[in-house]
Each structure stands twice: as C-alpha cells, then as structure tokens.
C-alpha cells in the first residue's frame, strides 16, 4: 500500500516537472541559435572570399616574378637595353647570307660574327689579308722574266683579286653565327651584355652589379623559355628559383650601394621594383 502512493506520487512529481520545463525547449529557441549558426557560416564565407579576391588582385596588380613586368606590359621588356643587346636565333636567320659576288667584285659579310671574331680580326682577315695575298702573288711572278710584261701582272692582279674574294667569301660564311649552336650564341650574348653593361674605361667588368643582374637576367629568360616548352623539367625550375632569388640579392645590394644605379639599371633591365623587393614566390 505504502509503495503504491509512493510510485502515484512520484509519477505526478516527474510529469509537473516536465510540464514545467517544456516552454524552455521549444522549437522557437532552436530555430534562433540555428541561424545564428547559419549567419556566423555565411560571414565566414563572404570574409574568406573576399580574402580570396584581394588576394587575386594583389597577383594580377603584381608583376610577373621571373619576367619582371606585369602580363600584357610586353613593351617595357622590348624597350629596354638588354632586350636590344640580346642576339636571338630569329634575328640571326633574318640577315642575309654571307658570301660573294664575283661578278661585281663585292664581298658580303655576315652581320653577327662568330665569338672569338672581333673588330681587329675582322680587319685582318678581310682587309689586311686578302691584299697582302694579292700583293705577293704579283711580286712573285713580276720575278719571272717570261711573265715580267705589264698586261701579264695586271692579268695576274685580277685573277688573284677574284681568287682572294672566293677565299674571303667562303671565310665569311663559315664565321657567321648562323652556323653555331645554341652555346655559341650565348657566348656572344654574354660577352655582348658585358660590354654593354661594363663602364666605358673597364669595358669587361664582370665584377660591376649592374652586368651580374644583367647576366641574371638573361639567364632567368632562357630558362623561363625552356620551361615553357619542357614543363616537366624539374632540376631547371629548382635552378630558376634560385637565380631569381640571386638577381634579387644583387639588386638589393646595390640599392643599399647607389640608389640612383638601382632604378637606372632596373629601367636598362625592363623590371620593376615589386619584381624583385619583398617576397618572392616561384
């Protein structure tokens, strides 16, 4: 008996209790903290977008790390002095052929020489040699007394003058820079860049900051270059980090040296500051 009205009388208590209770369960409640959640969600998303667009206009404002302009701003890469000193295949097949024309006695020479033909050699080999072969052919057969006759030297004088401008013509092709191969051209390139970026009393100044980025630089495009056609050359884009990371270093040294160096040499290069100052990412 006295169980029966305990069990009653709990029962009772739990079911007011719950009574109670019920209004602070409600679906009012949970549908409010449910889009509390759901506003909280979409700041988030809206933040990180918005994150994400800046970001992707940060890239698009910044220029090109490893060309050192902005995409579409080719022109200041083709105006700038190391773009006119760089000899490219394209321009080497677009000058005429070196050779000879025996009918009006003209010798035609290639416009890029081979490296190791200079301005000195070019004389000799052109101008000094061909003459003095001439010259001795002449004395050598005014010596024969058959042959001593005046219309016979002058004879002799055209026919050797025609034989030394076959000999010259033939020189000249096979010293033009058509015929090397890709390491030729970049020894003249390189030796082109110093000169060009070297002071005027110490025209071979490997030494100077300026020729370093300089030669960086072109470093930097002939492989960029390669890249492009082979993408999967993984030992070259390692290299390319590191030499853009080394132009930078240059760069920042002579900044600290000669500020007025520092923008001049970027304008000879065709980059801008933000190319090579802060953080670089290949």
């Not at 889009?35 to 992707?56: D, P, V, W």
Request: hydrophobic fraction near 40%; charged fraction near 30%; include cysteine.
């Amino acid at each position: 008996m006295l169980e029966t009205q305990l069990a009653q009388a709990s029962r009772s208590l739990a079911s007011t209790s719950s009574a109670r209770a019920a209004p602070l369960h409600t679906s009012a409640v949970l549908q409010a903290v449910s889009a509390r959640a759901r506003r909280s969600q979409q700041t988030l998303k809206a933040n990180i977008q918005r994150r994400e667009e800046l970001q992707s206009q940060a890239r698009q404002n910044r220029p090109h790390v490893v060309l050192g302009y902005k995409a579409g701003d080719e022109a200041k890469w083709q105006s700038s002095d190391l773009a006119k000193v760089v000899i490219t295949e394209e321009d080497i097949r677009s000058t005429p052929v070196a050779g000879f024309d025996l009918k009006n006695g003209t010798l035609r020479l290639p416009q890029y020489f081979n490296y190791g033909v200079g301005q000195g050699e070019q004389e000799r080999l052109f101008d000094k040699l061909p003459q003095l072969s001439v010259e001795s052919n002449v004395r050598l057969a005014s010596r024969t007394a058959v042959l001593a006759r005046p219309q016979d030297l002058v004879r002799i004088e055209a026919v050797a003058s025609r034989s030394e401008l076959f000999r010259a013509g033939e020189l000249a092709r096979l010293v033009d820079l058509r015929n090397a191969n890709a390491r030729g051209i970049a020894y003249e390139n390189r030796r082109r860049i110093i000169a060009a970026f070297s002071e005027p009393e110490n025209p071979h100044d490997t030494g100077r900051p300026e020729v370093q980025a300089a030669l960086a630089t072109y470093k930097i495009r002939n492989l960029w270059d390669h890249l492009s056609r082979c993408k999967k050359d993984i030992a070259n884009r390692r290299n390319l980090r590191k030499l853009v990371h080394e132009r930078a270093k240059i760069l920042r040294y002579l900044k600290q040296v000669d500020e007025d160096r520092y923008e001049r040499v970027l304008e000879r290069l065709g980059l801008e500051k933000a190319a090579v100052e802060g953080e670089l990412v290949v």
